[in-house]
């Protein structure tokens, strides 16, 4: 089903309970103009690995390595720690997954090669071609003795029979459905505009995904991404997922085991979530999660990066519609003469939204920020890079439904290495992205201004 992709199903949701929905208080984003100036932050940032935390000694010989002729890393590190109250983890191996069929292919194989333990956390889980796949392989490592545990947002999967849930339950595994829609099936609130948007999958507590990739049949075609070929005919999506290995994996475990508990579901079985770590890399990496009513930590950490930039801040984003903060985030960056460039959708699954992050391109283009719109896919990526040494995947959009109502998961890494390879994945996308002009810009009809004008009014619902 095409149709049923995150905004999309998320928008038809809204509508549906709109007077409910309206009925709530808006919630709003803290002030973070001044963040910088109100953090206390470590003279050097807290490193951790798969025996604990370093001593100050290991810490800052550490550090040093990050220094480069335009960036002081390790102060942006331990801003960003004070700001997030997470420490970095060292140790860790980091690696890039492009679209869906690859990124499938390395879940799968680790799956396949499941012991102990599968939790999966998703937002959308379709009953489709994939779907069905993938969950005939959680069915076959169930009945081969690994306990699976899934949770899925009753939003996400709104579209997805519950027959489809109920073979996997009947074959022992356990199942979530987070914050149901039906309030009869609650044990709480009902806050039907809060969802988990995360995607996390912990494979025997030790390798761990996360990114921008659903279960769906969507996914089952690649994009144009580093393909030599302009003629495929069958485009898939554009998204980008990591792969963790090393004592980074025991945050995403966590993050998945707490957000069950959150529910109040019964208790899982026992099983080795924690096994000792060994380090499996050189990356360093910050786990970050949020939470409709937590502490913005994802915000915050973008918010920062944005203001501390000195050469470049290179963002991809499939939903952009920017609160006023990150929009002066970005565009004081780029009037102080960093090179801003913010690739968009071309084409898009969701036209409202599509509109209303239009309706900011005349703002951004006259404060000096570079608009790409991709043109060979749909685009899904969460992603940024910034002075090729800070680097994000995740989850989380760049808009407030993001922010402030969704549970959502970034991993942040520090380095050159992982922030070049984040660089040359923007640069490919580029080549396949046209340019945003101010004046192309200003030449489009009057009724797309009108379109752009009636999405903004909904910013904060979409």
């Known amino acids: 089903m095409n149709c049923n992709f995150c905004l999309g199903r998320s928008v038809r949701f809204i509508s549906a309970i709109g007077f409910a929905l309206l009925a709530t208080a808006c919630a709003s984003l803290p002030e973070v103009r001044y963040l910088k100036s109100s953090l206390a932050a470590p003279a050097n940032p807290t490193v951790t690995n798969a025996q604990g935390n370093l001593g100050p000694k290991k810490s800052h010989s550490l550090t040093r390595r990050w220094r480069n002729s335009h ?12 700001a997030t109250g997470s420490p970095l983890i060292a140790g860790n191996k980091v690696t890039l997954l492009y679209d869906g069929p690859q990124t499938m292919a ?19 889980f379709d009953q489709d071609e994939l779907g069905m796949k993938f969950s005939d392989l959680l069915i076959e490592r169930q ?29 022992g595994i356990r199942l979530l459905a987070f914050n149901p829609v039906n309030p009869l099936k609650l044990i709480g609130p009902w806050v039907p505009n809060n969802r988990d948007h995360r995607k996390i999958l912990v494979v025997d507590g030790a390798v761990a995904f996360t990114g921008g990739v ?97 050469k470049t801040v290179h963002i991809t984003s499939a939903y952009f519609v920017p609160d006023a903060q990150i929009l002066r985030a970005l565009t004081d960056a780029a009037q102080r003469g960093v090179e801003v460039k913010i690739i968009l959708p071309g084409v898009t699954d969701s036209g409202l939204v599509f509109r209303a992050a239009q309706s900011f391109y005349s703002e951004m283009l006259a404060s000096g920020i570079r608009i790409f ?90």
């Open 71 to 82: 960036v002081d890393v390790a102060a942006l590190a331990a801003l960003e720690e004070a």
């Open 373 to 462: 719109q991709l043109q060979i896919a749909v685009l899904h990526a969460k992603t940024a890079v910034i002075d090729n040494v800070w680097a994000t995947v995740g989850s989380t959009n760049i808009d407030t439904r993001s922010f402030l109502h969704n549970s959502e998961i970034n991993v942040v890494v520090f380095g050159e290495e992982f922030g070049n390879a984040m660089e040359n994945a923007f640069l490919e996308d580029l080549r396949d992205s046209v340019e945003i002009t101010a004046e192309s810009w200003a030449q489009r009809p009057v009724s797309d201004q009108i379109k752009e004008w009636a999405a903004r009014s909904l910013e904060y619902w979409l």
């Open 106 to 124: 390395a879940m799968m194989a680790a799956i396949s090669a499941a012991k102990d333990h599968i939790n999966l956390e998703t937002y959308i």
């Open 143 to 171: 009945r081969a003795g690994v306990q699976v545990n899934v949770i899925y947002d009753s939003v996400g999967t709104i579209g997805t029979p519950q027959a489809f849930f109920d073979k996997m339950s009947d074959a």
């Open 214 to 310: 659903n279960i769906s049949d969507t996914y089952s075609t690649s994009s144009l991404f580093r393909s030599k070929s302009r003629r495929n005919s069958d485009i898939g999506w554009r998204d980008t997922h990591i792969k963790v290995e090393g004592p980074a994996v025991a945050a995403f475990q966590w993050l998945f085991l707490s957000n069950w508990a959150s529910q109040n579901s019964p208790e899982l079985a026992d099983s080795n979530f924690f096994p000792p770590l060994k380090e499996a890399g050189d990356k360093l990496v910050r786990v970050l999660a949020s939470e409709p009513g937590g502490d913005h930590e994802i915000y915050k950490a973008y918010i920062l990066a944005i203001q501390e930039s000195k």
